[in-house]
């Protein structure tokens, strides 16, 4: 079985001639449905761009902070608890 990267260069090759050949030899009515093509590729592009920056934003530091926040209410119930309890140790002594 042939690799892939061995033929790679040569079908990058026919499809840039095929581009080429398209857009030379495309009627005028062609293009601007070309031109819309291209504005739809660069707006996935901007969207996934996005999308990719709101992950790590997510990931990274929204991630880090809201556990840091459920480590501290952890911690908080437990000291509340705690004190309850101390509270009717107390309460039983007197």
Not at 41 to 52: C, H
Not at 55 to 61: A, E, G, L, P, S
Request: hydrophobic share 55%; net charge positive.
């Amino acid at each position: 079985m042939p690799q892939l990267p061995g033929r790679l260069p040569i079908l990058a090759a026919a499809i840039v001639l095929a581009l080429i050949l398209v857009t030379s030899l495309a009627p005028s009515t062609v293009i601007p449905f070309l031109n819309q093509l291209g504005g739809l590729w660069n707006f996935l592009l901007l969207v996934a761009t996005a999308g990719t920056l709101f992950w790590f934003v997510y990931w990274v530091i929204l991630r880090r902070l809201l556990r840091a926040r459920r480590i501290s209410r952890i911690r908080w119930n437990r000291l509340l608890h705690e004190a309850a309890a101390r509270d009717t140790e107390d309460a039983g002594k007197l």
